[in-house]
């Protein structure tokens, strides 16, 4: 029996083998469907290694069929929409590895990033802002309009996740804020990250000291 295209994604990232998943999105473009599906779930790794894989995916089918991820890129923003059933919420993450993968074709995206949370009355979308926003800072994506004052108003935040993944994106998009985390070393309270394709627990402290050390 012929495995089935979820079932290879699956297990192309469980092995974290992008290469397969770029070449199947080059195959078929449902890949990209398949991989916002798998992006559900937070708690879960493969949707971490999913969110990952479609930066693998939009490069490889960007440089000859850019219709197709500018399509992928309007499903995931319509999936942020209340009426899509909170099927988003992996939306800012999964478009900033897109913005990452093939910068040329989707300058626009950075900037919608940012408008995700500024139009969200919940703020459901801020812990995947802030998170974009760092991994958009690590590949030389800085300067959004916005985005530094996001981070700084997140340092703030009662919710100590929120505060963590600020400290997190402050380090790796440049945003100087160097007096509001040396307070913050002490701060003992948890959160778990995706780094290096596994999920780990670390704390606020433990991040602003990184931050403080890698200034």
Not at 30 to 52: H, M, P, Q, S
Not at 183 to 199: I, N, V
């Amino acid at each position: 029996m012929a495995t089935s295209l979820k079932n290879e994604l699956k297990n192309a990232l469980l092995a974290e083998d992008y290469g397969r998943v770029a070449t199947l999105a080059q195959k078929d473009k449902r890949t990209f469907g398949k991989l916002v599906a798998l992006a559900y779930n937070k708690d879960d790794l493969l949707c971490w290694r999913a969110i990952e894989a479609m930066g693998a995916a939009a490069a490889a089918v960007a440089p000859d069929n850019r219709e197709t991820v500018r399509n992928v890129v309007q499903r995931i923003l319509w999936s942020a929409r209340e009426e899509s059933g909170g099927m988003g919420w992996s939306a800012p993450e999964l478009l900033a590895e897109i913005a990452i993968a093939a910068p040329r074709y989707f300058p626009d995206i950075p900037p919608i990033i940012i408008s995700l949370h500024a139009d969200d009355e919940e703020k459901v979308f801020l812990k995947g802002v802030l998170r974009a926003t760092g991994r958009m800072g690590e590949a030389g994506i800085t300067g959004i309009p916005d985005c530094d004052d996001v981070i700084r108003m997140s340092l703030r935040h009662e919710d100590p996740e929120v505060r963590g993944l600020a400290v997190w994106a402050a380090s790796r998009a440049g945003v100087e804020a160097n007096d509001t985390i040396r307070a913050m070393t002490g701060d003992d309270s948890e959160l778990r990250l995706y780094e290096e394709g596994e999920l780990v627990m670390t704390t606020v402290g433990a991040l602003a000291r990184e931050a403080l050390a890698a200034a």
